[in-house]
């Protein structure tokens, strides 16, 4: 369920640090169809809408080769998101999951990620598809998807599974 400003049973809010530990620059801004958290899906298809990315200058000219990549991997701000609670209830049933076990927008820094496919770019804008955040969303950082790169260690005797994921037993 979305959440706008509530504090759901169970939740655990903290008190903020009073200065954030480093800077971040916005290199563009993601423009896609959705301006209302409700509309937005949780996590973006590559059959989703087309959206545009503008660069901003003086980043621009790092585009060179990207569309040497038909997957990036896009850092993005969820700049609409609360940051203080590091107990949190997505289903609001009164269950809680720490913050870093989940993907919620709600995060100390909400960064998210996306491996987006990438459609074309023209000049300092990039066409995509596999977004999930909200019309504006500031735009952190672009990188070849890193699948390309170096592959997954296989899974060993002795992790275990939870839900779609794997884990090293502690
Ligand atoms: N794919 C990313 C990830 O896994 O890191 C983001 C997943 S997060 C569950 C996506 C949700 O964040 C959307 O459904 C929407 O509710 C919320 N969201 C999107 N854009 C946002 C923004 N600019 N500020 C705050 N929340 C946003």
Redesign the pocket.
Known sequence: M??EQEIRPGELQVEMPEKPSAGLFYIGRIETP?TS?MD?????RHDGPLCRIEIFEPWTAGLQDVALYGRLELL??????RRDLVLQSPKSDGTTRGVFSI????RPN?????IVKLERIEGNILYARG????N???LLDIKPDRTLFSPLAAAQKGDFDVGDISLPRP
């Open positions: 979305v959440r959705w958290r937005c899906p949780r996590q973006g993005y701000w969820l700049d609409q998101s993907r919620s927008p709600v909400p960064i998210a990620t996306s977004l999930d955040c909200l504006g969303t500031p």
